[in-house]
């Protein structure tokens, strides 16, 4: 077991020294992102009721604490599909993260694998995942798949051969959510040139240098790599439209044919009942993520937090239940773990890390919630994630 020492804080570059919080990364991503972009990744859907509730849900549980337990010997480790991962979060899928960052989804990527912990890359990117699995083989590769066989084939070979280990099926995706915020921040896909959008390029100059312009000079035009088996749309484009498939077709019947076509580890990710859990585990995934899609789908959709205890109770002990969606802190993270959560998944706050700072920016982000995690389950009097379970929470009444 690693001890309490494996993850002692280490001193970050100066320019990092005052992000003290997940939090802070937002902040400093508002001012350096142009307002399209930024809307694009902290947006939701509609009124984003779903957005505020997944924060809500980790505030409406408290914990109970004991004391005088020797806790030196903490360890946050845990096991899945095989792996040991240093703490049980990672990084959850988010499309485009190259227009936030500079070669947004190797920043990620490589962070992740140097902090020991799973990054799920996203089938909506812009940089070749062959090249993304090249530097870290150990990342997941997420597929939005339309119900066309077609489609379905190609893709998953292709998957296949670039030797991902864990394929991650995003199935809430049916048809596409009202996102008004990106129509208010002036944010589509592709990009529509325009003089706003020129206007907000100019005035974000260490963006526009550092991210815009460098990729085009370094890398041409992006496109969406990842979506089908061939290239996509450009990211920039007056007349090009994105094709979105048929995902209104996508059925349980395609998830046989995918199980089918791929050996490797599969999980399903954007369940949010109990029924479709079991069918999930029933259909040969081996493993599930509760989420709403970060409150970007159904806006009014409950938390996953919420579902999780009776998922988990359904499925047992042994099955897999990973979840996303509103955790900022170790708190949550410990918080969903004592709910059953085997792995929880971080989104917007890594990608402001790697928006304002680049690859150190998102191992000190990691960093960040590795040590609230370590230092929360010593304040709980914990040595390990199996001690944690439900007779340490209670419930908090929601103050109005």
Request: charged share 20%; net charge positive; proline share 6%.
């Amino acid at each position: 077991m690693a001890s309490s020492k494996a993850v002692a804080r280490v001193q970050p570059p100066g320019a990092l020294r005052h992000y003290l919080s997940l939090e802070d990364f937002e902040h400093a991503a508002r001012r350096h992102l142009p307002r399209p972009i930024f809307g694009y990744v902290s947006g939701a859907a509609e009124d984003c009721a779903s957005l505020h509730d997944n924060r809500a849900a980790f505030a409406e549980i408290g914990f109970v604490t004991r004391v005088l337990r020797n806790v030196s010997a903490r360890s946050q480790q845990v096991e899945l599909f095989g792996r040991t991962h240093a703490s049980p979060f990672g990084i959850a899928p988010m499309g485009i993260s190259a227009l936030s960052a500079y070669r947004g989804d190797l920043v990620l990527a490589s962070a992740a694998a140097a902090a020991q912990v799973p990054m799920i890359m996203s089938g909506s990117s812009l940089i070749a995942l062959e090249d993304v699995v090249a530097q870290s083989p150990a990342t997941w590769f997420q597929a939005y798949l339309p119900g066309e066989v077609e489609k379905i084939e190609p893709l998953i070979a292709r998957v296949d051969r670039a030797g991902v280990e864990t394929l991650v099926l995003t199935v809430d995706t049916a048809v596409l959510a009202n996102r008004e915020n990106n129509i208010r921040a002036g944010f589509s896909t592709p990009l529509r040139p325009n003089l706003r959008l020129a206007l907000d390029g100019v005035t974000h100059p260490r963006w526009l240098l550092g991210t815009a312009l460098r990729t085009l000079v370094r890398h041409g035009m992006p496109h969406f790599e990842n979506s089908y088996a061939t290239r996509g749309a450009p990211i920039l484009s007056s007349r090009v439209t994105r094709d979105f498939g048929a995902k209104d077709h996508l059925s349980w019947e395609h998830l046989a044919l995918i199980r089918r076509l791929w050996k490797r580890t599969l999980v399903v990710k954007g369940i949010m009942s109990v029924d479709d859990a079991r069918a999930a585990r029933d259909g040969g995934a081996d493993g599930i993520i509760l989420s709403n899609h970060g409150g970007r789908q159904l806006d009014g959709a409950v938390a996953p937090l919420r579902v999780l205890p009776e998922v988990v109770a359904a499925l047992g002990p042994d099955f897999p239940v990973m979840m996303d969606s509103g955790i900022r802190r170790g708190t949550d993270v410990l918080k969903a773990v004592a709910l059953g959560a085997r792995m929880v998944f971080v989104g917007r706050p890594f990608q402001y890390a790697a928006a304002v700072s680049g690859e150190p920016g998102v191992r000190h982000a990691l960093r960040i919630l590795a040590d609230e995690v370590q230092r929360d389950l010593g304040l709980l009097g914990l040595n390990s994630l199996r001690e944690l379970g439900p007779a340490q929470l209670r419930p908090i009444a929601r103050r109005p």
